[in-house]
């Protein structure tokens, strides 16, 4: 395989496992499509939340987006981020891999 087949075989491979993996991730640490699960890493991240702002969760901040995340899937611009990051990431990583095998 020509070197920069494997670079592309790798950013594609980032692109699916990002997009893939991240509604995964989401709920494993509690947000679900059922809500934020109890005593999760996702509560936890609530209730400092709440408390830096006075007993409620802000639209729009973090918590918010990513619990919308968990219930519904990614928007288009999301999962076009996370695809982004994705390639990036292996790109990176599969050049730097091919530079140290020279």
Known sequence: MAPGLGIFAAIGAGVVG???????ALGAIGFGPA??????VAANMMATA??????GVAAGGA????QSAG????????TAAVAS???AVA???AAVVGWLRR
């Open 18 to 24: 990002a997009v893939a993996l991240v509604p995964v």
């Open 35 to 40: 809500g934020i699960a109890a005593g999760s």
């Open 50 to 55: 709440a408390a830096a702002n006075g007993g």
């Open 63 to 66: 918590v918010a987006v990513l």
């Open 71 to 78: 219930a519904a899937g990614l928007s288009g611009a999301a």
């Open 85 to 87: 990051a994705g390639a």
């Open 91 to 93: 790109g990176v990583g």
